[in-house]
């Protein structure tokens, strides 16, 4: 699991398989799986400039997810 240097994001792991990213949240240590995520779009957030502004534009409220 890759961690990051994020204040937003702890670390991120990705289930090629299912399209699965699993993200760890810093501030309340939560780790969420938002489904049907592109690969494309789970490698742009690893070498993203913020990973959390990235996170937020691309990926939160864009994906179903659940609570892991």
């Known amino acids: 699991m890759p961690y990051l240097q994020s204040s937003a994001l702890?670390?991120?792991?990705?289930?090629?398989?299912?399209?699965?990213?699993?993200?760890t949240f810093r501030d309340s240590g939560r780790t969420y799986i938002y489904e049907d995520v592109p690969q494309d779009l789970y490698d742009a957030l690893l070498f993203a400039?913020?990973?959390?502004?990235f996170f937020n534009t691309h990926?939160?409220?864009?994906?179903?997810?659940?609570?892991?």
């Open 59 to 68: 990926i939160r409220d864009r994906f179903a997810c659940r609570e892991a």
């Open 49 to 53: 400039e913020s990973a959390g502004t």
């Open 10 to 23: 702890l670390a991120v792991s990705y289930d090629e398989s299912r399209q699965a990213l699993r993200a």
